[in-house]
Nanobody, 120 residues
């Protein structure tokens, strides 16, 4: 089964930027749909961005225009570029593999995620 490992989080001031990475092992990213999620303390884990096997991306309304999901096939890695971050976006960010036919369904295992803290 594929393994996913997130990195790139940290502490940033509101309005700043971070880029998260998700290295996938055991399955080519080109053949998979993947998504980025975030979970704030005491809240549910929410899907915020997806990339399909054909490279099509989708975004939650809350991050549209500020976040960009991409992938590097050679490195088998997907990224989440986050710009104009807000304090309310402090959360643990996770990536996971999604079902091609229904991007709402997770088919991979959850990793530890990457903590993003945004100071106001």
């Amino acid at each position: 089964q594929a393994q996913l490992e997130e990195s790139g989080g940290g502490l940033v001031q509101a309005g700043g930027s971070l880029r998260l990475s998700c290295v996938v092992s055991g399955s080519p990213v080109t053949f998979n749909a993947l998504g980025w999620y975030r979970q704030a303390p005491g809240k549910s884990r929410d899907l915020i961005a997806t990339i399909s096997s054909d490279g099509t991306t989708t975004y939650a309304d809350s991050v549209q225009g500020r976040f960009t999901m991409s992938r590097d096939n050679a490195k088998n890695t997907v990224y989440l570029q986050m710009d104009k971050l807000k304090a309310a976006e402090t959360a643990v960010y996770h990536c996971n593999m999604l079902l091609h036919s229904d991007l709402r369904l997770v088919i991979g295992t959850w990793g530890q995620g990457s903590q993003v803290s945004v100071s106001s």
